[in-house]
């Protein structure tokens, strides 16, 4: 495939924050499981304005992190668009949906994109994952699968 049709997953979070780092756990395994496919794995602690080049060399980007709510565990698979504004923080860190909006602006042109979360349980200073988001990363993992390759071709 062509740098255009070159699919982007990048994970992001805090590997030393328990399920913060659920990001570095999944670009670690994800990395492997598509080394042979025209996809990219990037990690990250946080999106950060350097990442424009990139996105803009895909055709689909795939963001995945944790997230705070009710039931530890819960896969989140959401549609992005570009943020209709972007933060006075840019020079900081970005949400995936400023990040999107900055490519279009830098680059003039936004790809498709998707934004996979786990609830997490557990947000400490603690480098293993609380037991409801490794329980689910075999799930998390079959939902990149199929958002990447839609037809059946490998499991994970």
């Known amino acids: 495939m062509e740098e255009e049709e070159k699919i982007h997953i990048i994970a992001y979070g805090n590997p030393l924050r328990q399920d913060d ?60 668009v570009p943020a209709r504004h972007l933060s006075s923080t840019i020079t900081h860190h970005l949400t995936p949906a400023e990040l999107l909006a900055l490519t279009g602006i830098l680059c003039g042109q936004v790809p498709r994109a998707d934004l996979v979360t786990i609830t997490g349980a557990a947000f400490d200073v603690n480098e293993f994952l609380s037991p409801p988001v490794e329980a689910a ?8 699968e199929g958002i990447v390759n839609p037809l059946p071709n490998k499991s994970i």
Request: aromatic share 12%; no cysteine; charged share 20%.
């Open 137 to 144: 990363l075999p799930a998390l993992f079959k939902l990149i």
């Open 21 to 80: 780092g659920v990001g570095w756990r999944a670009a670690q395994h994800l990395r492997e499981f598509f080394q042979d496919d025209p996809v990219e794995v990037i990690f990250r602690q946080q999106l950060t304005q350097d990442l424009a080049l990139a996105v803009s060399n895909s055709y689909h980007v795939i963001f995945i992190d944790s997230e705070f709510g009710n039931t530890p565990g819960t896969i989140t698979h959401r549609k992005l």
